[in-house]
């Protein structure tokens, strides 16, 4: 029907998806006054459907909207190179950044915090070796070019020490252990959920298999494509139907409803929202594009909901530059160091008693005339009214 459309030159709007120019005639369609609108144009245009849609309308004007636009890959510049401005220096037409998003309060702003990997790894020389593989890993997804999370799960299947490394028993129980206490404390009184994020499938079988140790069985839920082919009997007994996966996606948004948490390695970690998700738990070695569209996942608005947490088990934002070189201007107000938050929480208290110091808070009797003359002048007053109001902010994080 597509092709018949474009046969017959229609003119007009035509809403249609990449996979309909599969096979397609090539220059079906030459003139110029042709406009393309993509979606989701850093995914769609890396394959033969990209190149069969650019073959068959040659000399269209084309527009990639994307919230992740790939800067790089084994050839050109990825995004930029297909779709981007030669008049704009970075290569966007238009660009609306992770800044601008919270400023607006469309999205909030991510703390990150790192778990120290005496955790679950007691030596030296194998925190060493660890460390060396990453890097070995990173330096792989850099020369492949992988910018999507099916391209890194790829990859990931072909880094074996890794992957040994990362599914060892002892290492997933302790995190399990970890996951859960933190769990408890820290997102489910606030009302939260959290979503666990694992190197693999089978890494997702035995997460599940660690956290119903230490948590009710019915709180956390597997979601993953199948593959009864490869999959042992543990892994298939977690499969879904399209229908129980509805209704585990619907029920999830609903922070009365189980499941808790979510436990996924690809599936859900693009185009997926729901909101009540706060806490990610990051065991997964993501990086630039992937590791953007994975975190978005917990930084959306919510009522009561100030920010989003990640917490990293695998040393990802290590180094905050090497995780997200990409575009770092857009995201030095959206992705935080937790440790940090808290030294400036100690900061602006220390500020708040110094301003309070001449007043005598000790002395009970006459500490409200006190406070009144103290602060009676708006010179005063105002940047204390500022102080505690930032304070109160840190503080709810």
Same mark, same amino acid.
């Given at each position: 029907?597509?092709?018949?459309?474009?046969?017959?030159?229609?003119?007009?709007?035509?809403?249609?998806?990449?996979?309909?120019?599969?096979?397609?005639?090539?220059?079906?369609?030459?003139?110029?006054?042709?406009?393309?609108?993509?979606? =989701?144009?850093?995914?769609?245009?890396?394959?033969?459907?990209?190149?069969?849609?650019?073959?068959?309308?040659?000399?269209?004007?084309?527009?990639?909207?994307?919230?992740?636009p790939i800067d790089r890959g084994k050839?050109?510049?990825?995004?930029?190179?297909?779709?981007?401005?030669?008049?704009?220096?970075?290569?966007?037409?238009?660009?609306?950044?992770?800044?601008?998003?919270?400023?607006?309060?469309?999205?909030?702003?991510?703390?990150?915090?790192?778990?120290?990997?005496?955790?679950?790894?007691?030596?030296?020389?194998?925190?060493?070796?660890?460390?060396?593989?990453?890097?070995?890993?990173?330096?792989?997804?850099?020369?492949?070019?992988?910018?999507?999370?099916?391209?890194?799960?790829?990859?990931?299947?072909? @880094?074996?020490?890794?992957?040994?490394?990362?599914?060892?028993p002892d290492r997933i129980d302790a995190?399990?252990?970890?996951?859960?206490?933190?769990?408890?404390?820290?997102?489910?009184?606030?009302?939260?959920?959290?979503?666990?994020?694992?190197?693999?499938?089978?890494?997702?079988?035995?997460?599940?298999? @660690?956290?119903?140790?230490?948590?009710?069985?019915?709180?956390?839920?597997?979601?993953?494509?199948?593959?009864?082919?490869?999959?042992?009997?543990?892994?298939?007994?977690?499969?879904?139907?399209?229908?129980?996966?509805?209704?585990?996606?619907?029920a999830y948004r609903d922070p009365d409803?189980?499941?808790?948490?979510?436990?996924?390695?690809?599936?859900?970690?693009?185009?997926?929202?729901?909101?009540?998700?706060?806490?990610?738990?990051?065991?997964?070695?993501?990086?630039?594009?992937?590791?953007?569209? @994975?975190?978005?996942?917990?930084?959306?608005?919510?009522?009561?909901?100030?920010?989003?947490?990640?917490?990293?088990?695998?040393?990802?934002?290590?180094?905050?530059?090497?995780?997200?070189?990409?575009?770092?201007?857009?995201?030095?107000?959206?992705?935080?160091?937790?440790?940090?938050?808290?030294?400036?929480?100690?900061?602006?208290?220390?500020?708040?008693?110094?301003?309070?110091?001449?007043?005598?808070? @000790?002395?009970?009797?006459?500490?409200?005339?006190?406070?009144?003359?103290?602060?009676?002048? =708006?010179?005063?007053?105002?940047?204390?009214?500022?102080?505690?109001?930032?304070?109160?902010?840190?503080?709810?994080?």
């Amino acid at each position: 029907h597509l092709e018949d459309l474009l046969k017959r030159d229609t003119r007009g709007v035509i809403v249609t998806t990449i996979h309909k120019f599969d096979g397609i005639r090539q220059r079906i369609i030459i003139r110029h006054n042709v406009i393309i609108l993509v979606d =989701e144009a850093h995914r769609s245009q890396e394959g033969d459907l990209g190149i069969d849609m650019r073959a068959a309308l040659p000399n269209a004007f084309r527009f990639g909207f994307t919230g992740t636009p790939i800067d790089r890959g084994k050839v050109g510049k990825g995004t930029f190179k297909t779709f981007g401005s030669p008049a704009d220096a970075e290569g966007y037409h238009d660009k609306y950044g992770i800044n601008e998003s919270i400023e607006d309060g469309a999205t909030l702003p991510l703390y990150y915090t790192l778990v120290a990997t005496q955790l679950w790894l007691n030596r030296v020389t194998l925190d060493q070796q660890f460390s060396e593989l990453l890097e070995e890993f990173y330096a792989l997804v850099d020369e492949e070019g992988a910018a999507s999370q099916e391209a890194l799960s790829r990859l990931l299947q072909r @880094a074996d020490k890794l992957m040994a490394v990362l599914k060892s028993p002892d290492r997933i129980d302790a995190i399990a252990q970890h996951i859960a206490q933190h769990f408890l404390d820290h997102v489910l009184p606030l009302g939260f959920k959290g979503i666990v994020v694992t190197p693999d499938r089978e890494a997702c079988m035995l997460y599940k298999q @660690a956290l119903d140790k230490y948590l009710p069985d019915d709180w956390a839920v597997v979601v993953y494509s199948d593959n009864p082919k490869k999959d042992s009997a543990a892994m298939r007994a977690l499969y879904l139907d399209t229908d129980q996966e509805k209704l585990v996606r619907k029920a999830y948004r609903d922070p009365d409803k189980l499941p808790k948490l979510l436990i996924v390695t690809e599936k859900l970690l693009t185009g997926y929202d729901a909101p009540v998700a706060y806490c990610m738990y990051l065991d997964k070695p993501l990086k630039d594009h992937t590791l953007l569209q @994975a975190i978005a996942r917990v930084n959306r608005p919510y009522p009561n909901k100030h920010n989003g947490l990640v917490v990293d088990y695998i040393g990802v934002f290590a180094d905050l530059q090497r995780a997200l070189a990409f575009d770092q201007q857009s995201y030095n107000a959206g992705v935080l160091d937790l440790d940090l938050l808290k030294q400036r929480f100690i900061d602006l208290q220390t500020a708040a008693e110094q301003m309070l110091a001449p007043v005598n808070m @000790a002395q009970v009797e006459g500490r409200t005339e006190r406070i009144i003359e103290h602060f009676f002048e =708006e010179t005063a007053r105002d940047p204390f009214l500022r102080l505690t109001e930032e304070l109160a902010d840190v503080y709810t994080v």
